[in-house]
């Protein structure tokens, strides 16, 4: 499973971001995507994820509202919108795949850099 993350950047407080995950290796048929980030000296957290097959997501208790996940079977790839972009979002923004079977995430791809400055 090969997992690439990006989208991320320099962006001002109060901007919005999509960022993408382009997935492969496999077919995606019954698995769970999901994002999640670690902020500078923090460890990291789940986001939000997705169902592969129905697209049911599921979102962090904390990241209601401003985190949009999604996926697009054809172009194998999930997103993650991001709105009203905060200094406290600033992170390594990772994509994450697991069987449904599995309990956790072993699939990682190697992230993408967001930073939240004016």
């Known amino acids: 499973v090969h997992l690439i993350e990006s989208g991320g950047g320099l962006v001002q407080p109060g901007d919005s971001l999509r960022l993408s995950c382009a997935a492969s290796?496999?077919?995606?048929?019954?698995?769970?995507m999901a994002w999640f980030r670690q902020a500078p000296g923090r460890d990291r957290e789940f986001i939000a994820s997705?169902?592969?097959?129905?697209?049911?997501?599921s979102y962090a208790d904390s990241m209601k509202g401003r985190f949009t996940i999604s996926r697009d079977k054809a172009e194998n790839t999930v997103y993650l919108q991001i709105l009203s972009l905060k200094p406290e979002d600033t992170g390594i923004y990772y994509c994450?795949?697991?069987?449904?079977?599995?309990?956790?995430?072993?699939?990682w791809g190697r992230g993408t850099q967001v930073i939240v400055s004016s």
């Open positions: 994450a795949a697991r069987s449904s079977a599995a309990r956790d995430f072993s699939n």
């Open positions: 290796g496999r077919t995606f048929t019954n698995w769970v």
């Open positions: 997705v169902t592969w097959n129905l697209g049911t997501t």
